[in-house]
């Protein structure tokens, strides 16, 4: 399964949620709460996505093409075989 977003996610979130309901600092020409709900909703959605495109697995296409003379006309033939690998689940 590949969880490497799930970092990055929890980093976000948590920088987010600390800079939205933790710091009261008031920085002139930027709001440092709405910086941090920003953050906090992005950790979020990366984390669905990351969670996503775990769960679905692994998935390798393979493309082959033939080529061939048909009738004095040339002719490429495309194949494409899609492997799905699940991992075994614990």
Known sequence: MRTTG???????????????WAVTYEAEGIDLNQVGIILFVVGIGLGLVTLLTAAAGNRTTIE???????????????????????????
């Open 6 to 20: 799930f970092g990055l996610s929890a980093l976000l979130i948590s920088a987010g949620a600390i800079l939205a």
């Open 64 to 90: 082959s093409q033939r080529e061939a003379v048909v009738g004095g006309r040339p002719m490429v033939e495309t194949e494409r075989n899609t492997i799905v690998e699940h991992e075994p689940q614990r």
